[in-house]
């Protein structure tokens, strides 16, 4: 029913920034939670962040600090803002909206 579309990866240096972008389409994003996943390379699919349909967030401890969730509903879009970004950052991000997965965006932390 939904669709998602992530944006905003890309090549950044350790230390650096970056703002993911999550748009859906449909008519069920104000009403359920939204998650942040990544997977690199030979490694299995990992939680980054949460927000729910009132806003409470959940991160995992590896970005706790460093990333933060949003979401707005009048624009049916999710944000992941990534601060001080590390190498081992790098990964495919994707977004998770009701059991429907976005396509994902490469994120790479180098120098």
């Known amino acids: 029913q939904v669709q998602l579309v992530e944006s905003g990866g890309g090549l950044v240096q350790p230390g650096g920034s970056l703002r993911l972008s999550c748009a859906a389409s449909g008519s069920i994003f104000s009403s359920n939670p939204m998650t942040w996943y990544r997977q690199a390379p030979g490694k299995q699919r990992e939680f980054v962040a949460l927000i729910t349909s009132v806003g409470l967030t959940r991160y995992a401890d590896s970005v706790k600090g460093r990333f933060t969730i949003s979401r707005d509903n009048a624009k049916n879009t999710v944000y992941l803002q990534m601060n001080s970004l590390k190498s081992e950052d790098t990964a495919v991000y994707y977004c998770?909206?009701?059991?429907?997965w976005g396509q994902g965006t490469q994120v790479t932390v180098s120098s």
């Open positions: 998770r909206l009701a059991n429907s």
